[in-house]
Structure formats: structure tokens, C-alpha cells
């Protein structure tokens, strides 16, 4: 069996006025995805089907959710719970690692 031991937060680049993404995992019961934001990049509101995690490891946000304004930066976690609107702007360049789960169970 190969063991991938990676250092996220450098197996991905900022680019400037964007935001940039990797995928990890792509299963059908959920994805792992990586995302650089330049600062003031970010997610529009939206809802998605699923639940979905986010982890920042660099860098620092303002993610919305429900219409409540959450400010996190590395080492935190939020849940953002199926068809829940959410939105994220980034407060400076920022990192995180999104784990959408495909289940409703």
C-alpha cells in the first residue's frame, strides 16, 4: 500500500485576484478539495445538497452561514450543514481544505 504524506499548504500557489483549486479525493461518497483565495476572492452564497467541512490551514476569512458571519483562520473548523446558504470572503490569502460529504445519513 503508498502513503502520500503531503504538505497541503504548500502543494498549491496564490494567484493574484483568484481563486485556485486542487482536488484530493473524488469518490462517490465525497470529495476532498484544496483551495488558495487571494485576498477579497471568495464564494458567492449558495447551497449545496450535502454537508460539507472546512479546514483552514493558512491565512484568514469571514464565511457566512445562515446569515450568521463567522471570522476563522488556521487551525479552525466549520461545518457548513446541507441546504444552508453559505458564503466565504477572504480576509487576507487564505487556505482551506473542503470535505464535502455525499450522504444524508
Known amino acids: 500500500m503508498k502513503v502520500n ?6 502543494s498549491i500557489e496564490y494567484q493574484e485576484g483568484a481563486v485556485v483549486s486542487r482536488v484530493l479525493v473524488k469518490k462517490a461518497t465525497g470529495n476532498v478539495t484544496l483551495f488558495a483565495f487571494d ?5 458567492s452564497e449558495h447551497t449545496t445538497p450535502f454537508d460539507a467541512l472546512v479546514h483552514v ?12 458571519d463567522h471570522s476563522v483562520g488556521a487551525g ?3 461545518l457548513m450543514p446541507a441546504d444552508v ?12 481544505i473542503l470535505t464535502m ?3 444524508k445519513e
Do not use: Q
Request: charged letters at 25%; hydrophobic letters at 45%; a negative charge.
Open 85 to 96: 446558504p453559505h458564503a466565504l470572503e477572504a480576509a487576507s490569502r487564505f487556505k482551506m
Open 57 to 68: 490551514i493558512e491565512g484568514e476569512a469571514s464565511i457566512t452561514i445562515g446569515g450568521d
Open 101 to 103: 460529504i455525499k450522504s
Open 76 to 78: 479552525s473548523a466549520v
Open 5 to 10: 504524506v503531503d504538505d497541503l499548504a504548500a
Open 39 to 43: 485576498a477579497g476572492e471568495g464564494l
